[in-house]
């Protein structure tokens, strides 16, 4: 097989010059970057993983640990995920929690013993162990989508441990609430997520700072946890309707959640927007097919993934930098499920 002495020879460079290309560990000039690529393509080159791990103590792998793989939302992010990881010549090993505490750990654990030289972990509501572990053992780790609540030190330094990467959540959920309020609601629901995630708390704060916006009061009757789920979703709905005075309109947390409330809805013949406006965070390829379209908060899954390896990449180049916080915007899709007239669809920030 080609050895990187071979690869050198052929792109008229030194051994340490293949490296650094291949290793990304200094900037090298664009043509010569080329005659080393050039080199490895045309002899066929497989750099030894195994090999080069033992000298750096990298693995150059990432560990990702998400819950509802299947969720296009999550979906989404995974794709930025794993495109940024490979721009910057990373492997993913993936694992799905499955938003249970004890499973989480566990599974955090394994990838830990894969000897992965960070992580990016979506927590779930009740991340405590597994916070424990990767202060325990100081991992590098970046929290995605919900947020811990705090970022314990990891070592003498002070340098918190965990840095996070999420959308807004608390603003785009009050413009929700405000652009149905402006619709004439005065009963405005909202079928809020998980109880425990840091997304779940964010909205339910927008939706409550929405309503006093709006001049609107709050009515606890009104909010009902849906759990993340598109079951859960049925069921708050339904608990929503069946309500002596039920709301107008509808606020849901989530894109399963959505699914479900509109189950929900169909099973007992009611329409939307006619006989129920709603609104819905979340926004996913076929939103648009509804009828009617949906009118949605967006969320940048996609940037969101990328984000989150960049800022990991940021911590191994430098484990003693503070702990970040990154959020990033939403936008906002008009459609009319809110009962608005069908316009163009557009997109502002939140």
């Not at 299947?70 to 499955?98: K, M, R, W």
């Not at 959920?173 to 425990?196: D, F, N, S």
């Not at 709006?214 to 946890?225: K, M």
């Amino acid at each position: 097989m080609p050895t990187m002495a071979d690869v050198a020879r052929n792109a008229g460079v030194s051994v340490a010059t293949v490296s650094h290309v291949l290793n990304g560990t200094r900037p090298v000039l664009p043509h010569t970057r080329q005659a080393v690529l050039d080199a490895v393509e045309q002899l066929g080159y497989t750099p030894n993983g195994l090999a080069r791990s033992l000298v750096t103590a990298r693995t150059r792998s990432i560990g990702l640990a998400v819950s509802a793989i299947s969720n296009p939302y999550f979906t989404e992010i995974l794709q930025g995920v794993e495109a940024h990881a490979l721009e910057h010549g990373y492997g993913l090993l993936i694992a799905d929690p499955h938003d249970d505490p004890v499973h989480e750990r566990k599974v955090v654990q394994l990838l830990h013993e894969r000897r992965v030289d960070g992580m990016i972990v979506a927590p779930s509501a009740r991340p405590d162990a597994l916070v424990a572990y990767l202060a325990r053992h100081a991992v590098p780790t970046v929290f995605l989508d919900r947020l811990i609540d705090a970022a314990p030190d990891t070592g003498a330094s002070g340098a918190p441990g965990f840095d996070q990467v999420c959308a807004d959540s608390a603003e785009p959920t009050a413009l929700l609430v405000t652009h149905l309020a402006g619709l004439g609601h005065r009963r405005i629901g909202l079928v809020a997520g998980l109880p425990g995630l840091s997304t779940t708390r964010e909205r339910i704060t927008g939706y409550r700072h929405g309503l006093a916006a709006a001049g609107l009061p709050h009515d606890e009757r009104l909010v009902v946890h849906g759990d993340s789920a598109a079951d859960g979703g049925h069921r708050a709905t339904a608990a929503l309707l069946s309500l002596a005075a039920p709301p107008t309109a509808l606020v849901t947390a989530n894109n399963a959640m959505t699914i479900g409330a509109l189950r929900a809805l169909r099973e007992r013949g009611l329409s939307v927007p006619g006989d129920l406006a709603l609104c819905c965070f979340d926004d996913f390829d076929w939103a648009d097919l509804f009828s009617p379209g949906l009118t949605a908060i967006a969320q940048p899954g996609r940037e969101l993934g990328a984000r989150a390896v960049q800022v990991l990449l940021d911590r191994l180049a430098d484990p003693e930098a503070p702990a970040r916080t990154v959020r990033l915007p939403c936008a906002f899709v008009h459609r009319t499920s809110c009962g608005c007239p069908a316009q163009p669809e557009e997109g502002t920030d939140s």
